[in-house]
T-cell receptor, first 116, second 113 residues
Framework: NAGVMQNPRHLVRRRGQEARLRCSPMKGHSHVYWYRQLPEEGLKFMVYLQKENIIDESGMPKERFSAEFPKEGPSILRIQQVVRGDSAAYFC??????????????FGPGTRLLVL | GDSVTQMEGPVTLSEEAFLTINCTYTATGYPSLFWYVQYPGEGLQLLLKATKADDKGSNKGFEATYRKETTSFHLEKGSVQVSDSAVYFCASAGGTSYGKLTFGQGTILTVHP
């Protein structure tokens, strides 16, 4: 059973470009979470999605950031017009069907975004 | 809001030394508590968890006990190995009906031979 897949593992963008980060959850998992890890900081929650629904986006910056989890295909975190402050590691996690507080979240290897 | 505070690091130990990494939390209701480990260049792996007061989570020689009275979930290991060198994150999930994780800032552990 493959784990959570994220690609690309490393992404370099120039200021003003768009970044698209992809996450395929573990098989059978329908809950996806995105977290951001800024340099030398802990992980911060960004958004929680189920298939075709955004459940909680309280951690998402108000502008330039969006996320989706379509019926088919991976979850996408999209950052438009990137700035240097967006440089970070972005981690995706998935959990099984009921997604409650007792459920373990399984993390992907992360995408390390560098904005030049 | 919910928060998790870990002891400041980095922590440097010799092999076979005793390890304690302190973690305290504030949360609405009764959260679940987790320790995750992150090796260089990798994602987070669940180390152990506890879902209610007085539960003890354990794995690979690591232990942590959910202490409601002190709102703590300290990580311990009796004899560390070089391979335990990593970043350790304490996290809580609760206060809502789903499991959004709130993380501590992480503690870097380095174990020397």
């Amino acid at each position: 059973n493959a784990g959570v897949m994220q690609n690309p593992r490393h992404l370099v963008r120039r200021r003003g470009q768009e970044a698209r980060l992809r996450c395929s959850p573990m098989k059978g998992h329908s809950h996806v979470y995105w977290y951001r890890q800024l340099p030398e900081e802990g992980l911060k929650f960004m958004v929680y999605l189920q298939k075709e629904n955004i459940i909680d986006e309280s951690g998402m910056p108000k502008e330039r950031f969006s996320a989706e989890f379509p019926k088919e295909g991976p979850s996408i975190l999209r950052i438009q017009q990137v700035v240097r402050g967006d440089s970070a590691a972005y981690f995706c996690a998935s959990s099984p069907v009921n997604g409650g507080k007792q459920e373990t979240q399984y993390f992907g290897p992360g995408t390390r975004l560098l904005v030049l | 809001g919910d928060s998790v505070t870990q002891m400041e690091g980095p922590v440097t130990l010799s092999e076979e030394a005793f390890l304690t990494i302190n973690c305290t939390y504030t949360a609405t209701g009764y959260p679940s508590l987790f320790w995750y480990v992150q090796y260089p260049g990798e994602g987070l792996q669940l180390l152990l968890k506890a879902t209610k007061a007085d539960d003890k989570g354990s794995n690979k020689g690591f232990e942590a006990t959910y202490r409601k009275e002190t709102t703590s979930f300290h990580l311990e290991k009796g004899s560390v190995q070089v391979s335990d060198s990593a970043v350790y994150f304490c996290a809580s999930a609760g206060g809502t009906s789903y499991g959004k994780l709130t993380f501590g800032q992480g503690t870097i552990l380095t174990v020397h031979p």
